[in-house]
Structures are given as C-alpha cells and as structure tokens.
C-alpha cells in the first residue's frame, strides 16, 4: 500500500504517563498508516497502549499526566499534534469519530438521549459553518439511531441512558459517531463491554455501516476474532510497540512475531479480561522501567542475547508485512544494523 | 412520588416527637424555679405560688410532658417566663427574621459559591483556585461571631455605610406586613426607602451568616466538578466535538450539582444554628437571639419551641432538597 | 488510562490468603503514594505545622509567658485596658491582665476541650455505629433512628438547650457539645460497616468461618479508622469553634479560666476603642482551627480519597 | 481576564455598598414632631402595671399612667400626683387621698376614685409585680370610695411607708380593662402591650425585640413643663454596650443608659454629647450565708470583709462610685454614716480574724454566684479571687440566670456562701433597707444572707409602727450599727447612675428612686 492514498499517518509516536512512582512509556515509538476506505484492526493485550494511541489520534489524553515526547500524526498530511484546542473541535467528530470502550459510561447519565445527539449534531453542523435547528437536528438523531438498527428511535430518543440496555447504549454511541459523517472512524474495543450475542450484532451493524458510508476504521480490540471479522489489515502490539503489521490472511496463515504466534495459540481464552496471556507465560511488563531491548524478550522462547540489547525495528519481511524482531533480520549479527537500530533510540 | 412525601413527612413528625422528648426531659433537669422568675424577685411564696400554677409547675412530670403535647396539638407552644408571652407568639414576631436572614444568605452563597467552585475546577491549580481554597478552608474556620466583630469594627465603624445591626433603621417604618420579610414585602409595596434600607441592614450579617457555607460549598462544588470532569462521558462529549464551555456549564455542571445540593441543604441547618451566634452579635431580632436569651435565663418552653421549629425546617429543607435531586437526575426514583 | 494503571497493579491471584498478601502490598504503595501526595499539598504541610505549633504551645506555654498567674485569676486594676506594647504583647484586659499570657494558655483549655469533645462522641458513636451497620434489622433502626432525632437539629442549637438545662460552664458546654457530636460518628461509621459487609475479604473470612469479634476488630474496625481518622481532625477544629461560640454567647467557659471565646465576649463591651482584647483571641482561635481543617484536609485526601474533597456531618 | 472581571465585581460590590451608605441621623423631626431615640439594653415585653416592673418596664409605665404620687428630684421627694394632698392617722394605719379634678384617661374619661380603687384592687388581686408592696398591710375591703375624687385607706396593721410605696401603684382605666377581660383574668392578656392609662404618654409602635414607640399627649392633663418638651420618643434595644455607645457617638441615639465605664468617660469628652453622673441608692454587697458553711464564722465573714480591697470597686466604675459606709446607703432618708467602724482592707486585722476560727491560714474553697452576664459582678468576682487567696480561700466563680440564682437564694441549705447582690431601695423609708435584714426577707434574693438577729429584727418591726420619724431615727441608727457588727456581708459600694445625652436635649432631672436605667421622659425638652 503507498504513502499517497493514506489519510491518517501515526509516526514513531512516543507517550509517557507521569505516575507518582516514575514516568510510563505507554508509548514507545509506534508507527502506522492508514489509507482511505482502509480498515485497520490494531490488536493486543488489555494495557498495551491500544486505547493511548486511538485518544491520542483524537487528542483526548489528559495532559498532565500524559505527554506526547515525540513523533506525529498526520490527517491529509496536516500535523494533529500541533492543533489548537479550537481547530481540534474541527476534526473530532467531523473528520474522525470515536466508538467507545464502555456504552455504560459514556453517555452523560442526567441528559436525555435526544438532547445529547442534538447537541452533538448541531455542533457539526456549526463547524461546517451552517447553523441547524433544534427538530432539524432532532429528525437527523432519529435518522441516525434509526440507521443504527434502534426500534422504534422516535420514541426512545426521550430516553436517559440508564434506561437502555448497553447494546442499545453501543448503538446510540455508534450513531453520535456517525452524526458529522467522519472520513475515519475509530472504535476502541466497541463490544468488550457487552455479551457474546450483542457482541456479534453490533460488529455486523459496524460493517454494515463501514461498507454503506465508505469510513476508513481503526479497530481496537484485544481479540484477534472481533478483528478478523471486521478488518483487511491489522497490526499487533505489544507494550506500547507494533511488533506486526499485515493483512488479517497473512497474520493466520504466517504469524511471524513470537508473540503474534502466542496470541494465535490462546485465542479461545483471549477475551477472558485478565490482561494474562495463558499462551505465553509472564504478563505484560512494566511501563516505568520497560525491559531493554526487545520489550518482549522476557517472554519470549527464542530470545537472543541481542534482544536484550537492541531494540528491533518494524522490518519489511514480505509483501505488505512488516515485523519487528531479529528472527527476521537475515544478515544478523551486523553491527551497522544494531548501530542503526541504536540510533533510532531516543 | 405522593406515597414518598408522605412517608417522609411521617417521618418527620416521628423525629419532631423524639425531639420534644429529649428536649423535655432535657428541660426538666434545669435547677432553677421559673415560677420565681416570673413572679419577680421582689415576690412573696404567695405570689410564686399564683404563678406556679399559672404554668403548669405544680403537676408531675407526666402530667406537664402530656399537656405540653395537648397544648401542641391547639397550637399552644407554652409561655415564655422571659417575656411573659405566648412563645406562639414570640415564635410568630421573631422567625420571619432569622428565615429572611438565613434564605437570603444561603441564596448568596449559593449565587457566588458555585460559580465559584466551577471555576476553580477549571483553572485548578492556577491563582484563582489557590486564592478560592484557601478563602474556603479559612472560611471554615474563622469564628463566625469573631468575624461579625471585626466586621462591625471595620465595615461599619471605621467607613459609616453599613448599620452596626437590627433589621431596619429605627426612624423606618417597616413595610406593609404580607410575608413579614421586609426585603419581599418592601418590593411588593414598592416601598423602595424601605427595602434599601433593609437591604443595608441584611448585608453584614448575611454576609458573616453565608460566610462558612460559602466556602463548602466552593469546596465541594469544585470537588465534584473535577471528579467529575475525568468520566468518560466528558472525553466522548469531547470526542464529538462539543464547545468547552457547553461540557463545563452543562454536562459536567449538572453532574457535580447533585452532591453539592446535598451540602447545601445540610448548610442551610448549619445556619439556622449559626443564627444563634450571629444573631446575637448584630442585635437582629429572630429566633436565634431569642434562643440565647431564654436559654441564659433558662426559660424553656422558649428553648423547646424554637428547637421544634428549627427542626421542622432543617428537615423540610432537606426533605425538598431530595425532590430537587429528582429535577437534576433521572437515575432518582421516589419509593 | 485505566489500562495503564491496572498493569502498574501486580495482576489480582484469587483465594483469602493471597488476597491477604495483596491487602498488603497495597497497604505499602497507599503509604508510599500517600506521603507523596501529603508532600506535595502545601495547604497540608501547612496545617501539620500549625498543629505541631499548637501543640508546642500547649506543652511549653507556663514557661514561655511573662504573667502566669494572670490565667490563674491575679487582677491588676492599676493597669487595666493598656494598648500592646514591649512589655504587653498584645497589652491588657479590663482587669490589667496580660492578654497574650492568656491566649497562650487558652490553648491548654481549647485542647482540652477538643480532645474530650471528640474522644467521647467517638467512644459513643463509633460502637453504636458498628452495632448498627454489622447486625443490621431492627437494632440498626433503633440506632438510626435516634441519631436522625440528633441530627434533625444544628448542633449548636441542641447544645444551648442542653447548657441551658445544666447550666452554664465548660464542663456542661463540653457535655453538651458531646452529646450533640455523637450522631455524625455513628452516620460515618455505619455507612462505611454497611459497604464491608459487601465487600469480598469480609464475606470471605465469614465464609472461613471467622467470629463476628474477630471480623469487627481484624477486618471492619482497621478499614473504618482513615475516615474516623480524618473527621476526628476536622471535628477538633469543629469542636473549639462550638465551645468558643458557647463561651461568646456567655454559656461556655468561666472566669477566670482564659478560654478565648469568652475573652472575645468580655471584650465585647471594649470594642472599638480597646479592639486589641477582642482581635488576638479570635486570631487564635482562627489559627487553632484552620490548623485542624488543614491537616484534616491533607489527611482526607491521602486517607480518605473516595470522600473526595468534603465529609459530611 | 479572570483577574479583570474580579476587579471588576469586587468594584460593583463596592460601589453598591457605598450607594446604599446611609448617613445616620441624630434626633429625629418627623413632620415637626421631636422625637427621641433612647437607647437600652433591657426590653419591657409586658408593661401591665400590676403584673409587672423592672426598670425597663416601669420607664414605660411611667410615661403611660400616673400614680397618686410620684417620686422627682435628688435627694427624692414624694409630690402630688394625681392626688392633691393627703392625711394619715396618727397610728399610720388609715390614709385619705383627695384627687385632681381635671385628670382624665388616654380615651378622656376622667380619673376618679373609683379606678383608684379598681387598680389597687386588681394588682392586690392578681398578686403579681408590685403586690408584694402592699400585700400584708392592705386588703382589697380597706379600699373605700368617699366621693368621685376622695379614697380612703384603711391598713390591716400601722404601716408608716405607706405613702413611699404608691408612687410605684398606677392608675388604670376600669372601662379599658374590663372590655378587654378574657376569662376572668381581669384583662391581664390585654395588658401585657395594652395602654390603659392617664400619664404624659401614649402607645404608638409596639415591635417585641425591636423598639417600641411612645407619643405624647399633646393636652396631657397636666400640661407640659416646658413649651419644647419631646412629642415622643423610642425605646430602641440596643443589648451591646459597645453598640450604645456607638449609636450615642454618632448620633443614632439621643440617650443611652448602659455602656461601659470607661466609655462614659470617654464619650462625655465627645463634642455634642454629655454625660451625667449622680450618686445612686443601689448598693452593692456580698451576701454571705450566716448559717451555713464556713462563712456561719463571723470571724471568717470579718477576715473577708477586711481582705476585700474596696478600693478596686471604685475602680471598676472608673472612680465613679462611692463606697458604702453604712448598711443603709448614702442619701437614703435614715442614714447614718458609721466612718470610722466600716471594714476596709486591712490584711492584719483579716489574718489575725483568721487564727480565731479553725482555718488560720484557710484552705477551703467558697462560692461567689453572681448574675450571667453582669460585667461588674464578674469583675468583682476576680477581684475577691484575688484578694482572698492572700488569706488562702478559694473562691470558685458560679454564674447563675437570674431566676436560678433567686431559687438557690431561696432555701437556707442552698443559699450560697457568697452571692452578689445589687439592691435598690424600692421607696424612700429606711424601712426598706432596715427589712432586708429581718427574718420576713429570708428566702427572698436579698434576705440571702439568712441574717439572724432577733434584736434586729424586734427594732424593725417595732419602728414601722412609729409615725413620728426622728423618733424612728432612734431605732435605724441602733439598728445599722448592729447589723455592720455581725458582718453578714460585704458592705460594698453605691455606683453613679450615668446616662449620655445628646447635648440638644434638655431638661433630665435625676431621681435616685428609679431604677438603673430608668429615665423620667416627661419634664425632658429639646433645645437646638
């Protein structure tokens, strides 16, 4: 895929988390692209800085405690991360929209729905500099809700949130992203929250929807099932690194990244939430003071002394797949690439 | 929702017996003879003995606890030894003052302090909320009657505008009595020298009154704003794109309402027991004065009546305090 | 973040034991997270030094002050209602007595009554308190129920009655003033026994079989003491405030006990012209009790987080 | 920006505060009329003349009725009131009144004999306020109407003061009583802010708590003595000494009775204000309990009696009283001055009393009880801390209210051993000081000392029943030099009533009969 078509383009990004016990690297230099009509699952365990980079996309983080230390995001080329908070209003929503974690916690709980869609609508409706009246915007809403698979939205749009279910919630969510028709769409584990059945409706409305209005996704999820389903592309992470990034057949058919390859092997246990992998044994490491090297070296079966030591670099091992580990490094040991691959440290 | 009123009002007459009770028994250890009182010091046992059956004195215990409680149901609080007058009465002059006092200085803590407390949210860690918490936490422990003080000494001494107390200007006729509170009446009669001249009266102690209440609220208010702030329905709020301002004044606002109209209501106690200290230092006729005269001179049926009435609107206050929170969350149901 | 943080957490193990271990663990990072805040509050730090200086105060006081025996009912007519100068820091009362001598040494009555206040509304509320949350039924009415009676009214004004049947005097003021104290203890702690009951350690020592004793004092009574901890320290400042006003309003401390409430009532009829008897003892009573909130204050928000930034009587 | 808009409303505060700056006003002209503002500390919630009296209260009473006599001037003289002249029998047992034809009731029916009757007749029957007075002597059968304006009456018993006491019994209107009785109360809930009366003054405002308002009668039956005289006044409440005097000071009050010492002296520098200052009948004492406890000792009562330091009572009242020197006070008719036999402090003399009982160097506690809130006594409370730990007695400090203070004092057992007492002669007739000391006034507030002199007691009664006074004079001088030799108190001070003016009102004339703060508003008169 070439540099030209992609929209959104994340660039060795790095994020700290200043804790009261040191700073986190969350985010330890990810890269990646993403083109239009694109659809990226971007996969990992709970915790490995997938939700980071999606808020940080959006610029949603909290600053304090977290800092952005480096790298870029650019939207048609345009560096995110040098917007005002003004000209960020422009995009969220319009350009990019987000689908949250938890419907539970994400709808204002003392609004009603419709009040809350209009607000949003109308908002947009601002930005593309046309103002839009209360039963406008209102007609829009159930429009939306109503593309989001709601029964009956004109009369639940009244509704306050706890007095939906949370698919239902999900799909109210769904349908306030969809509100300023967005050129990307990001959901960050849109179903975890919810059981299996809702679960598999609501990835069906996403597709739908994807399909119909032609959004590029990001999909975030700790479940390489929920990806497949949705996505061409993915790229796995691992604390706060991609370690892989390919297309969904490759990454079944090839693994290549011994972590990749642990996922795979506990897929059936994956989407119990305890952030354990019971195909590779040990847990995630710490943010504060990260293994040096390979951050997966502790864990890994075929460590070698060299990934103790240098941190290995997303590498091109074939066709639209990129993975960062020295398995894969053919002339290996080179000093010069060590050296490069030292150099790229900060 | 009716069977909640209801079933809270029952309550409260349940709690307002409980209180005669304690305060009745409380009462009767006093060791001094309030018929001696009345009858004056030059008295002889003859005339101490007319008044003691004047009031009730001379029956056992029990028989004055049950007619205390008849005399309640026909409206009849006892007499004051002080005044020699129906504490109905008393009760009828003095609380249209201190209510007057007390609603206006909530209402003003209120109108600053949550404002206030938004804005320190917002800007933590700036001048304004260090200059704001520290105000709310010396708020809380400056001495009320102290401040009333230094207040007088200050405001009203040293620079003549303000009255050093009382409720009007004693060359004012007060205004037409409708809901006996000078500032509602003067308006409603458009009596416009009166109401300024209650108004400059009101201020200090007003101000001295909502002074504690000002600063918890601030601080509970600025509290619940930050908490809330971090939720998750702000970042989508924010990841849809909707103005700060909205966010703040709207959808972080109304959340962080709840629990401060907890604390105001519970305020509003706290300053109907704040009368007392107030009430005494700028000479404003209420029932707070009246508490600590008759308490001085141990004169209870006074002390009683004024408890129970206090009692009643501490708990009605709360109790529409809850009905509020309906208005501001939908989660409340009544049962 | 959320995330982020669960993983900074070692990853929760299941069984009593180990959640034993873990309660642990835990207990070190609050303490470590907690003089890291407490540092990092200046308010706090403030009000722990305007504490700690109380206390000084309170220890050293007889032998710092120039006139003892002026706290102890000596009169100087000859020198009554001088302004302060060298050799009266905050000049004389209407009696010629040394007003800094005694505000220093008022601060041994407003300790005293502080503490007493406070130990015996606990001593009373805290045991009902537990009785109430842990048994539950109709005890727990009872118990509520006639805290809701105390509460119904300001405390301040339930103390005047209570003084005003005993007496006046600060013996009975501290009685009343407790009796009125109580009910808060009781509200907190029966809320916070409610909520462990719920919690998964408790049922889980039931579940082992532990005795109601042993889960009170190893498992409800420990979690309970941060907030009692920090209500204890607002309700010391809370506490001298009350008794000071009742000293103003004439019922609280007596001649010639130098209580500072009922200096600034004395000093009532001096003012404007001799402001000097009425400002240094309400200055310390400000002192005293903005100290208390402080260190309350700091000590909540370490403590007591989920209480957030106010407790409520 | 944050920064300029708090400027900006602390500005709008301010400036709003300053707009609503009143000035205050001194004495008041509403349409012409000259209005006083008299500032007390002490509210008269129920001014029924039979129910009744303090001196906030009889202030009133005074202004609202008349009696048969009345009490004016320093020393104090009786003067015909609403009576021209009267006759007594020889024995002081039977009394005629002949009254002024022309008085005539606020609702202009005329004053007769028979409200006369009416109004001793229902203060005798309510038996409340003054009743005590008269109550032994006088029964409501011995009132008899002789014609409209002639009453006769005949005592139970001779009873010389008799006289001294009417000026304190007011007249009311029978009619206006009467159409206000509910229940056969004799129209005592009417009363209590009723205006049934003939006196210079009538009701106008009434707020409990606040002030309460007095017009005068223009054609008051007596006429006014000057052409000037106040068209009325208020009665403000103003409960804070440091509040009086700042309303004297700027002028929010014309008269103020009760602010501290040393503020009189400094106000009556103040340009446009001036204080009086006249020797009072109140004397100050410390009652001891004769019969009970340690001080049943008359050596212990002397021994305090000589530790007290007299002197600090003059300075308490910044020089402006005068030390007792007599159990009767100075200027009340049947005084005699005992100079050189009075207690005054003598440390020597108190030690060497001590070595005469089972305490020679003390160590025992007593208790001074005196009034909540009254600063003299609080203050002289510390001043005989002071004193008596030389001696090594305790003293332990018991504020009491009022009432409780009264009961205690009413029953032996409980009367405490030192309890400080204002008292003021009621009428002029050494009598009434004399009887404080008979064994009838125990039980009551001043009789706290529970005195017991059975000679004293014997001369008492037996000069009440002497009509001729030099030849009761016999009697009194026996009786106070036997009372100072038993000690029974502290024989204290007698302080000067002080009120401050405003210089623009004219015409105060002090009588030492009236109570602490009481202010005869009737001769009072404006000159700007």
């Not at chain 1, 800085?49 to 909290?62: E, Q, R, V």
């Not at chain 1, 689908?99 to 916690?105: C, E, K, L, S, V």
């Not at chain 2, 959808?251 to 309402?257: C, D, E, Q, V």
């Not at chain 4, 007290?308 to 200027?331: C, H, R, T």
Request: one cysteine or more; proline letters at 6%; aromatic letters at 10%.
């Amino acid at each position: 895929m070439n540099m030209e078509s992609s929209i959104l383009t994340v660039k060795d990004l790095r994020i700290h988390f200043d804790t009261f016990e040191g700073t986190a690297q969350v985010l330890d230099g990810c890269s990646f692209r993403l083109g239009k009509g694109d659809t990226l699952g971007l996969v990992g365990e709970t915790g490995c800085g997938k939700s980071i980079t999606a808020k940080a996309i959006l610029g949603l983080l909290p600053v304090p405690p977290t800092r952005i230390v480096s790298g870029e995001i650019r939207f048609h080329g345009q560096n995110l991360l040098s917007l005002s908070e003004g000209e960020w209003k422009r995009i969220r929503g319009n350009q990019i929209a987000m689908i949250f974690q938890d419907p539970m916690t994400y709808l204002n709980p003392v609004f009603s729905i419709e009040k809350q869609m209009v607000d949003v609508i109308r908002g947009h409706a601002r930005h593309r500099n046309g103002s839009m009246s209360r039963s406008e915007a209102r007609e829009k809403a159930i429009g939306l809700l109503d593309a989001a698979h709601m029964a009956n939205p004109r009369l639940r749009i009244k509704e306050f949130p706890h007095e939906f279910s949370g698919g239902m919630r999900q799909r109210v969510l769904i349908a306030m992203a969809l509100a300023g028709d967005p050129e990307i769409l990001i959901a960050d584990e849109p179903t975890t929250a919810l059981d299996v059945t809702i679960q598999a409706q609501i990835l069906r409305l996403i597709k739908e929807l994807v399909e119909r209005f032609h959004h590029s996704v990001l999909l975030i999820s700790h479940d390489l099932g929920i990806v497949a389903s949705v996505c061409r592309r993915i790229a796995v992470m691992y604390a706060g690194d991609i370690v892989e990034l390919t297309t969904i057949e490759r990454i079944f058919q090839s693994p290549s990244h011994p972590y990749t390859k642990g996922l795979l092997r506990a897929i059936p246990n994956l989407s119990s939430r305890e952030g354990k992998l019971v195909g590779i044994t040990g847990s995630i490491p710490d943010f504060i003071d990260p293994p040096k090297g390979c951050r997966f070296h502790p864990r890994c079966l075929h460590a070698m002394t060299v990934c103790k030591e240098v941190k290995p670099l997303l590498e091109e091992i074939a066709e639209e797949h990129q993975v960062a580990c020295f398995l894969y490094e053919p002339s290996w040991p080179d000093a010069a690439r060590g050296k490069k691959a030292m150099s790229q440290r900060p | 929702m009716k069977q909640y009123i209801v079933k809270r009002l029952l309550l409260i007459i349940l709690t307002l017996c409980g209180l005669i009770t304690v305060i009745f028994l409380v009462s009767r250890v006093a060791p001094g003879d309030p018929a001696r009182l009345a009858a004056g010091p030059d008295a002889t046992e003859e005339m101490v003995e007319v008044m003691r059956t004047e009031f009730g004195l001379d029956k056992p215990l029990v028989l004055q606890y049950i007619a205390y409680f008849k005399g309640l149901f026909r409206g009849n609080l006892g007499r004051s030894i002080r005044t020699r007058r129906s504490v109905l009465d008393d009760l009828i002059a003095f609380f249209p003052a201190t209510f007057e006092l007390t609603v206006f200085s909530l209402l003003f803590a209120v109108v600053v302090a949550i404002p206030l407390g938004v804005l320190c949210a917002v800007y933590r860690d700036r001048f304004l909320d260090h200059v704001a918490r520290v105000f709310s936490v010396s708020g809380m422990a400056l001495p009320m009657f102290w401040l009333a003080l230094m207040l007088q000494l200050f405001l009203a001494l040293r620079f003549d505008f303000l009255p050093l107390g009382g409720r009007l200007g004693m060359m004012t006729e007060p205004p037409v009595k409708i809901t006996h509170l000078f500032l509602v009446d003067s308006l409603l009669t458009g009596n416009w020298h009166a109401f300024q001249d209650a108004l400059r009266h009101i201020i200090l102690p007003a101000f001295v009154l909502s002074f504690p209440a000002l600063a918890s609220i601030v601080r509970v208010n600025r509290a619940e704003m930050l908490e809330v702030l971090t939720r998750d329905f702000i970042t989508s709020a924010r990841a849809h794109g909707i103005s700060k301002i909205r966010i703040i004044g709207q959808y972080a606002l109304k959340n962080a309402l709840i629990p401060t109209m907890t604390m105001v209501g519970l305020r509003y106690g706290w300053m109907l027991g704040g009368t007392i200290l107030v009430e005494t230092v700028f000479d404003w006729p209420g029932i707070g004065l009246y508490a600590v005269q008759s308490a001085v001179y141990s004169d209870f049926q006074p002390i009683m009546g004024v408890t129970l009435l206090i009692g009643i609107n501490f708990m009605v206050a709360n109790l529409i305090i809850d009905l509020v929170y309906g208005a501001l969350d939908p989660r409340v149901r009544y049962e | 973040m959320n995330d982020v943080w669960t993983n900074l957490k070692p990853s929760k193990t299941s069984g009593v034991w180990a959640q034993w271990k873990e309660e642990h663990e835990s207990l070190f990072r609050d303490i470590r997270l907690s003089l890291y805040l407490f540092s990092r509050s200046p308010l706090s730090v403030t009000g722990m030094i305007l504490v700690g200086v109380f206390f000084l105060v309170v220890l050293i006081g007889p032998m710092i002050v120039p006139f003892p025996e002026d706290a102890t009912g000596a009169v100087h007519m000859s020198q009554k209602l001088m302004e302060p100068d060298s050799r009266f820091w905050f000049g004389t009362d209407e009696m010629g007595r040394d007003i800094f001598t005694r505000v220093i040494l008022g601060t041994r009555i407003s300790l005293r009554i502080g503490l007493i206040i406070v130990c015996v509304a606990m001593g009373i509320g805290v045991p009902l308190g537990i009785t109430a949350g842990f048994i539950g039924g109709w005890v727990n009415e009872v118990i509520m129920r006639i805290t809701d009676i105390f509460l119904s009214i300001p405390g301040l004004l339930l103390a005047l009655a209570v003084i005003g049947a005993l007496g006046p005097g600060i013996t009975n003021s501290m009685i009343a003033l407790s009796v009125v104290w109580w009910p808060g203890y009781v509200r907190l702690v029966q809320g916070k026994t409610l909520s462990l009951k719920e919690e998964a350690f408790i049922e889980a020592a039931q579940s082992v079989g532990a005795g109601k004793a042993r889960i009170i004092f190893l498992h409800i009574l420990p979690n309970c003491t941060s907030p009692i901890i920090v209500k204890a320290s607002m309700d010391m400042g809370m506490a001298i405030l009350a008794a000071a006003g009742l000293g103003f309003v004439g019922v609280g401390a007596q001649p010639p006990a130098p209580e500072w409430g009922a200096m600034i009532s004395a000093a009532r009829n001096y003012l404007p012209t001799w402001w000097w008897y009425a400002v240094f003892p309400g200055l310390a009573i400000f002192i005293t009790v903005l100290g208390f909130n402080l260190l309350g204050d700091g000590l909540r928000d370490i403590l007591d987080p989920q209480s957030r930034g106010y407790y409520r009587e | 920006m944050r920064a300029r808009t708090w400027v900006l409303v602390t500005a709008l505060v301010l400036g709003f505060l300053l707009a609503l700056g009143g000035a205050s006003q001194a004495l008041e002209i509403r349409d012409g009329k000259k209005i006083l503002v008299f500032g007390a500390r002490q509210p008269a919630p129920n001014i029924d003349p039979s129910q009744y009296y303090d001196w906030s209260t009889r202030m009133l009473q005074q202004c609202l009725y008349d009696g048969l006599l009345k009490y004016v001037g320093s020393p104090p003289k009786v003067i015909p009131w609403l009576a021209t002249k009267w006759e007594a029998s020889p024995d002081a047992s039977v009394w005629t009144f002949h009254l002024v034809k022309n008085a005539v009731f606020h609702n202009g029916d005329p004053v007769t004999a028979d409200a006369v009757r009416f109004s001793f007749e229902r203060t005798l029957k309510i038996k409340k306020g003054p009743a005590w007075m008269l109550l032994d002597v006088l029964d409501p059968s011995g009132i008899a109407v002789v014609d409209d304006y002639t009453i006769r009456f005949s005592l139970k018993k001779p009873y010389a003061p008799f006289a001294a006491v009417l000026p304190w019994w007011y007249i009311m209107n029978p009619k206006v009583v009467m159409a206000h009785e509910k229940d056969g109360d004799m129209g005592q809930e009417w009363m209590k802010d009723g205006d049934a009366g003939s006196g210079p003054f009538s009701k106008k405002r009434w707020e409990h708590g606040v002030l309460y308002e007095l017009e005068a009668v223009e054609d008051y039956w007596r006429g006014w003595e000057h052409p000037n005289h106040i068209n009325g006044f208020i009665f403000k409440l103003i409960r804070e000494a440091s509040s009086q005097r700042i309303a004297i000071q700027k002028g929010q009050c014309d008269i103020v009775e009760g602010i501290s010492p040393e503020d009189f002296d400094l106000v009556a520098k103040m340009p446009g204000i001036y204080a009086t200052n006249d020797p009072g009948l109140t004397t100050f004492g410390v009652k001891m309990n004769n019969q009970k406890g340690y001080t049943k000792d008359i050596n212990i009562r002397k021994a305090i009696c000589h530790a007290f330091d007299y002197d600090s009572l003059i300075k308490i009242y910044n020089g402006n009283a005068v030390l007792e020197d007599s159990p009767f006070p100075i200027g009340l008719r049947g005084h005699v001055s005992l100079k050189e036999k009075i207690y005054r402090q003598d440390l020597q003399k108190a030690k060497e009393y001590m070595k005469k009982t089972g305490y020679p160097d003390g160590g025992f506690e007593l208790e001074y009880v005196y009034v909540q809130g009254l600063e003299e006594e609080r203050k002289i409370g510390l001043v005989l801390i002071d004193n008596l730990a030389k001696l090594g007695i305790k003293v332990k400090m018991v504020p009491l209210a009022w009432p409780n203070m009264v009961a205690r004092a009413s029953k032996m057992e409980t009367s405490p051993d030192m309890m400080a007492v204002f008292t003021t002669p009621i009428f002029n007739d050494p009598d009434v000081v004399a009887y404080q000391y008979h064994k009838g006034s125990w039980s009551k507030y001043y009789g706290s000392a529970y005195y017991n002199n059975t000679e004293v007691w014997d001369l008492t009664d037996k000069a009440r029943t002497i009509a001729d006074f030099d030849e009761r004079m016999k009697y009194y001088e026996k009786i106070q030099n036997m009372i100072l030799d038993d000690a029974p108190e502290i024989f204290g001070m007698q302080y000067n009533r002080r009120w401050a003016f405003r210089d623009h009102v004219k015409g105060f004339v002090f009588c030492p009969m009236r109570f602490t703060g009481e202010v005869d508003m009737y001769p009072l008169y404006i000159e700007k």
